[in-house]
């Protein structure tokens, strides 16, 4: 007998009697991703989609046994917090030994659907003795202003959310998303850290059967940090499922309905190296509004094996063999002898109706009439892509992560690559190899793209990537350290054609 192991989520929050939100909602939502939901109860609510009765408190003795219980077989890493109905189970919960060393998500459900307007402070106080306990605060619009009011900030109201996000992370909170669906902008997400921060958005659907979305976005969050992906990773993962699951609602009535997430392909199929299309897309994720606005064209010939070399000479020996698209990657000239070197390696590959990248120098590239840029995620920040695109220029982009790709497939660039595959000695990676699996995954969610594979690929790896669909795979060190670099470069463009 084959018995699978499922990681597992604690989800401490209330029950609704109609099953839309809280505890329900974060056991179905969880279910996409194979994540086993425990639960601790915080409240049982009296409430139905037209009217909010009253909130029963869970006693303090009865909370601490469910605590005390879970903790025996503690086997969570990652707990979310929804409903906290007053300060007394939110200090019971900080100081309990179950909240140690975990990966704790907070959606702060300050009121009922049902209920209206934020009207408790005593759940406002609880929620601020929670704050500098958390990784990742995920309130909505409302409640993040009402949070920033209960602190105490003037003109909480009028400020954006990025500005909010900042007061939030000087309050302790490691990781902000703050959902826009109930503000009156269009509707954009935020996600903020001291590392970095990002909008996403997906389009806006009509069908109000939205009821327990929030609570299902910080559960989808919660899962995929305990599948190991880094929260930037994982409110990505977490949008791009809440996606599908707008698109397939359900209906208990005219007015009550949510998402039939038992409907949804499971998160694990997009993960399994099955061939099979997806029915996922990703979302749009950018750092400026204007990103969403590129549109690169695409290369013009097919691209196949793709060489990246440092100088101009490696061009002239490597495409006469028939190559159709190279990078020049310099990292040791600068002033006059880079540009010259740019010149001549540009003067060859039109010579021989080469597509060639240039690496990060943009600038250069435009002045000097490359085909196309090839930029790092690091650079997009500083490039002008404006500039780039005008100048008619192709562009390729380097992804290695759920965010990394949402980003570049939102900037719509001529290609993306993805890396590193297999581990490489060319250049330091923070990044873990992904290897095919990787590649499917994004073979899936990229099919309106050209792919480049990049990373450690060389011998029997070359077969193994290029049956994972990719229209082109990266070369450095097993071409140009080969003993017979022009062999080698052959035997890869007839393997390739193959």
Known sequence: MNISQKPAVLSISAHDPLGMSGVAMDQRALSVLDIHCASCITANTAQNQFDFFRVNATSLEVFKNQLDALHQQDIFSVIKIGFMPNLELAKCLIEHEIF?????????????????????????????????????????????????????????HSISPLQMGEIFLQKGVQHIYIKGGHSEAPTQDLYLSNERYFYLNHERFGHGMNRGTGCAMASLIAGAHALHYNFADAAVIAKTIMHQGWQQPYALDDATGGFNFDQIERFSVLLSKEESATSYSLPNLYREVVEQDF?????????????????????????????????????????????????????????YACQL??????????????????????DIDDADLRAIQDAGLRLGLSSHCFYEVTRAKTIQPSYIAFGPVYATQTKEMPWTPQGAKGLNIWRKLLQDFPMVAIGGIHDERFEHVKAMGVDSIAMVSAIIQAGDPEAECESYLSRWRQ
């Not at 975990?102 to 929620?127: C, F, N, Q, T």
């Not at 601020?128 to 909505?140: H, Q």
């Not at 990248?357 to 690091?378: K, M, P, R, S, T």
Request: negative net charge; charged residues 25%; hydrophobic residues 45%.
């Open 100 to 156: 140690q060393d975990k990966a704790i998500i907070y959606d702060p459900v300050l009121a009922m659907s049902s209920e209206g307007e934020v009207s408790d402070d005593e759940r406002l106080a609880a929620a601020l003795l929670l704050l500098p306990k958390v990784t990742m605060l995920t309130p909505n619009f409302i409640e993040a202003t009402a949070l920033l009011h209960f602190l105490g900030v003037k003109n909480c």
């Open 295 to 351: 549109d690169f064209p695409r290369c013009e010939s097919e691209l196949g094996v793709y060489p990246i070399v440092d100088r101009a000479v490696w061009l002239q020996r490597l495409l006469p063999l028939g190559v159709k698209i190279a990078q020049l990657r310099i990292k040791d000239l600068s002033g006059d002898a880079l540009k010259t070197e740019i010149k001549n390696a540009v003067a060859i590959a039109e010579r």
């Open 357 to 378: 990248f240039i690496n990060d120098f943009w600038q250069l590239a435009i002045e000097c009439g490359a085909y196309g840029v090839h930029l790092g995620q690091e």
